[in-house]
């Protein structure tokens, strides 16, 4: 996996996407949560191709600021570069804009992960409960 990996993702904003009903908010504007889902899915879309057969990525991490509103039907561009490689640590720099200008930015992590392994540890969580 090398530095440099970019991916860029565009969706519209329609009322499904919105705070009021993500119940992040009450506004009828590009929510938060929205925004963090978008950043997660344009990342580990960019790397995916590069993964070996079994593996997968997993979000352990997002330091994000929401810097600005946009309203119903307009366009948001999240645009990802892997900017680290720490053998299993991936760490993106992130950027949201909608058709005016910059309304997000930060930095997510990622891990890679064997999927098979996770999902047994994860799945195993449900003996605890006995």
């Not at 079994?54 to 119903?72: C, E, R």
Request: aromatic share 6%.
């Amino acid at each position: 996996m090398n530095i440099g990996i970019k991916g860029q993702k565009t969706v519209k904003v329609l009322e499904e996407n919105t705070a009021k009903v993500m119940k992040s908010g009450s506004l009828p504007v590009y929510a938060t949560p929205s925004m963090i889902a978008l950043i997660e899915e344009t990342a580990w879309n960019s790397v995916n191709d590069y993964l070996e057969e079994g593996q997968a990525t997993v979000g352990t991490k997002l330091n994000i600021s929401h810097l600005s509103s946009t309203p119903l039907g307009m366009e948001v561009r999240c645009n990802t570069e892997l900017i680290e490689v720490d053998r299993k640590k991936l760490i993106f720099d992130v950027k949201v804009y909608d058709e005016v200008g910059l309304i997000g930015e930060g930095t997510h992590e990622r891990f890679i992960i064997n999927t098979e392994k996770f999902l047994k540890k994860t799945e195993s969580k449900k003996t605890e409960l006995k």
